[in-house]
């Protein structure tokens, strides 16, 4: 409860503070957050935006596609290359040095190759939100103690009840991680995705508020998005946590 | 304790010269050389012997988990050729419980394996924690019970499979030396009403001693049965007896030339 309370303090105290610091300056380059609210209801109406509720839906659409095939792709790769010792030993180290490469750099092919539609902001939602998941994968399998799975065969356990019963279970709270992590920055590719470049979607707006000088309503939005990354990753916390109560 | 006179086919365990080598690192490992061992219904067979002896391996020859590359296993009179679980049943060094299952859910585990309908499973596994002490405990995860409770709860599950062989390997290894002694006495009574085949890992000297009807001592790698001593004190034991201490004198000398071996061999 006392944390709760602090965080909530350091919120209230960083908002005063903002608006103490913006309060005598220039409110183009200096947004009050005083002002926020009234730009955010006026943005619904604001003739020069484009209408905010299909450009919030694209983005929902593309982050959950692109999350889901992250997650299935993460979830084919990781088991193929864990449980296939050798082509796991012969792709892995290939993966890691991939992750080390900064993602944005493949952005501009991949805006070749999709075009400046949704396609390309799911791809790189997907390059992003993929690795953590493929990576936690093949941490968990190799964290499964190699006792609980002799337990299993010892009682006559066949190879895929071991991977249902033993194996999945035992890389529960490794794997969740993953998927936790995987989550938000599918959710950072999409949105930058469309910040780079784009014609629709709430990283559009951003950037198009951005552009047109319309620095109020563009700190609204760039404040929503994070919220909702934010929002989005407490409930991926909370899933977290329970499957690592369950699993211990 | 049955006679030796039973025939081939009722013994549960024969032992036929099986031997096992391990590829390492730095070359090939003689773990296990030529044992002959037959353990007899309702036997208590205790392997003594230093570190590193191949008394855990011999006990996963006998469990079919792994394939000796000389000799035969016979197991109920049939040659070994895999897990056997309605014959063989396994109480690990760890204890081996899953984590994420409740005591209750662990001891279910191969009857799940086996399709007992969920009623039964948990009737007999209740019936098996109850008179363990582990009564209000079955909701309990292991990492919430004691050492010597989820030592208890692996043997209720490797019990729970009714099997009329029941290997152990070194089961109360982790536990303190006193919970350790009381494990043993427990092991006594649960041993008489169960009716079991057991073979028995350990290099605890008063372990062996204590709940043993043969003792068989092995020697440091390549490991070898050394010598076989029948114990014919009754149970349950006072191992303060004279005998006892004795035995226990006989059986240090031997062992202890093992492991002064065992220790040759690491250094």
């Known amino acids: 409860m006392t944390v709760l309370a602090w965080r909530l303090g350091i919120l209230v105290g960083f908002f005063a503070v903002w608006e103490a610091v913006a309060a005598p300056l220039n409110p183009l380059f200096y947004i009050r957050p005083s002002s926020l609210p009234g730009a955010l209801l006026g943005m619904w109406r604001v003739p020069d935006l484009p209408p905010l509720g299909e450009h919030v839906w694209l983005t929902l659409q593309e982050i959950a596609g692109a999350y889901v095939l992250a997650v299935a792709a993460g979830l084919w790769l990781g088991f193929l290359l864990g449980l296939r010792r050798t082509v796991g030993r012969i792709y892995e180290p290939l993966l890691a040095a991939l992750y080390a490469v900064p993602s944005v750099v493949w952005y501009p092919s991949l805006m070749l190759f999709f075009g400046l539609g949704s396609a390309s902001k799911i791809a790189f939602g997907v390059l992003l939100g993929f690795f953590p998941i493929v990576l936690s994968v093949l941490a968990g399998i190799r964290q499964v103690p190699a006792t609980l799975v002799t337990v299993a065969q010892s009682m006559g356990a066949r190879p895929f009840t071991v991977f249902r019963k033993v194996m999945l279970p035992a890389m529960a709270s490794t794997m969740v991680g993953g998927l936790r992590a995987g989550l938000a920055l599918s959710v950072v590719g999409v949105l930058v995705g469309e910040i780079l470049g784009s014609r629709a979607g709430i990283g559009y707006v951003i950037n198009y508020a951005y552009g047109l000088m319309m620095t109020r309503e563009y700190a609204v939005l760039a404040l929503l998005a994070a919220a909702a990354v934010l929002a989005l990753d407490t409930a991926g916390a909370l899933v977290e946590a329970r499957v690592k109560r369950w699993a211990g | ?267």
Not at chain 2, 182 to 188: H, I, Q, T, Y
């Open chain 2, 1 to 267: 304790m049955p006679g030796g006179a039973t025939t081939a086919a009722a013994d549960p365990i024969i032992l036929e010269a099986i031997g096992k080598r391990y590829e390492t690192a730095s070359g090939a490992v003689q773990a296990v050389d030529s044992v002959s061992l037959t353990v007899r219904a309702e036997e208590f067979v205790t392997l003594l012997g230093p570190s590193g002896c191949g008394k855990s391996t011999v006990l996963g020859m006998i469990a079919g988990l792994v394939r000796p590359d000389a000799g035969r296993v016979l197991v109920a009179g049939t040659p070994c050729a895999g897990p056997n679980p309605e014959q063989v049943a396994l109480v690990f060094q760890d204890g081996g419980l899953f984590p994420w299952r409740t005591a209750l859910d662990n001891v279910t585990f191969g009857l799940e394996l086996r399709g007992v309908p969920a009623a039964k499973r948990r009737e007999i596994a209740l019936g098996l924690l109850e008179p363990m002490g582990l009564r209000g405990f079955e909701r309990k995860y292991p990492r919430e019970l004691s050492g010597g409770m989820r030592q208890r709860v692996a043997i209720a599950r490797a019990l729970a499979l009714d099997t009329p062989i029941l290997l152990m390997d070194e089961p109360f290894g982790a536990l303190d030396e006193q919970t350790r002694l009381l494990m043993g006495e427990w092991l006594v009574g649960i041993r008489r009403r169960a009716r079991k085949a057991v073979v028995f890992v350990t290099h605890s000297l008063q372990e062996a001693i204590a709940l043993s009807d043969r003792i068989v001592v092995m020697t440091a790698r390549p490991g070898r049965i050394k010598d076989v001593l029948d114990v014919t004190l009754p149970f349950p034991r006072d191992l303060n007896a004279p005998e006892v201490t004795e035995l226990r004198a006989k059986l240090w000398e031997q062992v202890r030339e093992e492991s002064l071996k065992a220790m040759g061999t690491i250094s």
